[in-house]
């Protein structure tokens, strides 16, 4: 079976008011160069915080990005297909199990924003002038609102499995209904090791033998408890709808086929309402980690993208 790819070049206003309620939203973020309230003073602590790894040596830069309940091992697959040509940037966003839980601020980390200012701060530190940004899930949007306020940083967005609201709504099919995530929250609540061992393998499309799952079931038991349950509040409840006719950085849209959390429809959305050029392609392949469960496949499909020029 073969990928469906389509693009559209859309042209669009910026909404002027919407832009700089953004901008200064983002700036208004607590820590200083984006660095956590709680973090050692000492040089270089954004990388510390967030386990950066740079590797490669190649001019064009690739930065990748995880999502909920998994950390950079996640692209483990991706990498050595990238280091020989590109300059590779990973790390793990807050809240991730190998971070220190000691520098997760529940108030920053309340919103997505916290993420796109850590984000930024870690280009900054780094020096980097220009990147592609490889998202997963609905923290690829940390991408797309990073490139809103620093468009001059971004000139490509690679957005896997991505969503800009897990829930459904009127006219919207985000994958969810509000009882269904209510259950979730639940069930993380009252015995979290065992809503890991039954989350994993409905995300992940399979059961508890397959490597991917039990990766994935891996990484979301090294959470904390509760940081889990207040960055699931934030990942299941937030719409980020809003900022898609913003986003003027070109977007490459990978989506599996069949994916529990994120279905088909929501790849189409983000394609007719990103502000700028876009372009989406349907992989066959099932579950929300097709990175993570078919490499084989993602592997070949995300390089093809990295080359891809869809303003030409």
Known sequence: MRSEVYSRD??????????????SKINSLDGANGIPKNAPEKMGIVEEAHNVKVLGSGEQVIVLSHGFGSDQSIWRYLVPHMVEDYRVILYDNMGAGTTNPE?????????IEGFVYDLLAILEELQVKSCIFIGHSALSMVGAIASVSRPDLFSKLIMLSATPRLLNDEDYQGGMERRDVEQIFEGMRSN???WCQGFAPLVVGGDMDSVAVQEFSRTLFNMRPDIALSLAQVIFLT?????LPLVTTPCHILQSMKDMAVPVFVSEYLHQNIGGQSI?????????????SSPETV????LKHIRLDITE
Do not use: C, K, W
């Open 280 to 292: 989406v392609e349907v992989m066959p392949t099932g579950g929300h980690l097709p990175q993570l």
């Open 10 to 23: 859309r042209g669009t206003e910026l909404h002027n008011v919407r832009y700089h309620a953004l901008e």
């Open 239 to 243: 719409d980020m709808r809003h900022v």
């Open 299 to 302: 592997i070949p499909v995300i």
């Open 103 to 111: 520098y997760f601020d529940f108030e920053r980390y309340s919103t």
């Open 192 to 194: 979290y090791e065992a």
